[in-house]
């Protein structure tokens, strides 16, 4: 599948390098084609990789994945141009994570929104599945960094979205019974701000490689 | 030991009822003595059991729950009387879920606060322990309940205070070595964030029976 990857971070560049390995051809997108994060990762990446702008990527790609920072994703997706996405099932993978306050960050969108459901808002033909939010890059696309039967959330208005989104996650090595549905786009809510006790997580682990598992009774 | 509880919802019932069975003394504390909800808990948990006001219940304990709800502790916590938590132990249990705006809840202190920290700058002389709150009730004190190593949170400034309320939780049945401490009370906004993960996940599973395990590397 062709596939744009919308970000030149950590995040976007492990996961286009993850699809890229699985056979995919994966454009990388940033504000202008050519930056060195970009045509490093073009250089590793193989054959199967290539990058331009937010727009480039976003036009080559039957489905996208916004990996930007939480923080400037509206206005990179504003970039990358609303008919690029018309139709296209979007991964939004970004959390609002606000540093400008220092650390532990804040979320800039949070409590009666999120990130997920303004995405959706701001552009209403594209098809939004929030989706790997709660977990570091390098599990992501490697489950079995964490031992245990560990979950991923997905959420959107669309179903059959959603279904292209598991099975993607099915080739990063997820089965789908740790694909947990949470239902429509609003419960980005929730994803995202678990990011607080992610980080919270962290600094106790002092390790990324961490996830949840849902423990239940019956 | 002596306990205080203060608030005579599901949250206050459940816990007072246990510290009860555990054999110790405890009295629940609502806004004035003899309301309906406490006099019938008084019925029900037999000899341990007493009730009076918040502040009849916070000066009786030696150790104090906060119960109430989320919207109403600092209120409630004034009512009992600062001089009645001064140096005790305050098991914060409550979030701040604001359901004005109708379901799901929003947080009414969320993002660069939470109310652990709130009650903790309020009354400084309190040794705040947020704790549970991540939990439905009847899980908080029976964690058998639900199968596997689920966890709970505590986090809190005071590490003496920290360890007592870990000895509290380990009579309910929680094993030392799925109490988490996260540190400081600023980490309380880590696990009230949680709730609307909790609250999607409580839509999807359709139980509050459940828990979050930490699966983990190494």
Redesign the interface.
């Known amino acids: 599948m062709r596939i744009g990857v919308l970000g030149t971070g950590m995040v976007g560049r492990t996961i286009a390098s993850k699809l890229a390995e699985l056979g995919h051809e994966v454009r990388m997108g940033s504000r202008a084609a050519g930056t060195e994060a970009a045509v490093d990762w073009v250089a590793d990446a193989g054959p199967n990789a290539s990058e331009g702008s937010f727009g480039d990527a976003a036009g080559f790609g039957e489905l996208l994945f916004n990996c930007t920072a939480g923080g400037a994703s509206l206005e990179a997706l504003a970039i990358a141009g609303e008919a690029n996405l018309h139709g296209k099932v979007l991964v939004d993978v970004a959390n609002p994570l606000d540093f400008s306050?220092g650390m532990?960050p804040?979320?800039s969108i949070?409590?009666?929104d999120s990130l997920g459901e303004r995405i959706q808002v701001a552009f209403p033909e594209a098809l939004v599945v929030k989706a790997l939010n709660t977990i570091n890059c390098a599990v992501m696309v490697d489950p079995e960094?964490?031992?245990?039967?560990?979950v991923v959330?997905v959420?959107g208005e669309n179903a059959a979205a959603k279904e292209r989104v598991t099975g993607l996650l099915g080739e990063f090595g997820w089965p789908g019974e740790r694909i947990?549905?949470?239902?429509g786009i609003?419960?980005a809510?929730?994803?995202e701000?678990?990011?607080?006790?992610?980080?919270?997580?962290y600094?106790?682990?002092g390790?990324g490689?961490?996830?949840?598992?849902?423990?239940?009774?019956?």
Do not use: Q
């Open positions: 306050g532990p804040t979320l949070c409590n009666d960094r964490v031992p245990g039967e560990h959330f959420c947990v549905d949470l239902g609003a419960a809510r929730g994803t701000m678990y990011l607080p006790l992610w980080l919270a997580l600094g106790k682990l390790t490689d961490f996830n949840v598992t849902i423990a239940r009774s019956g």
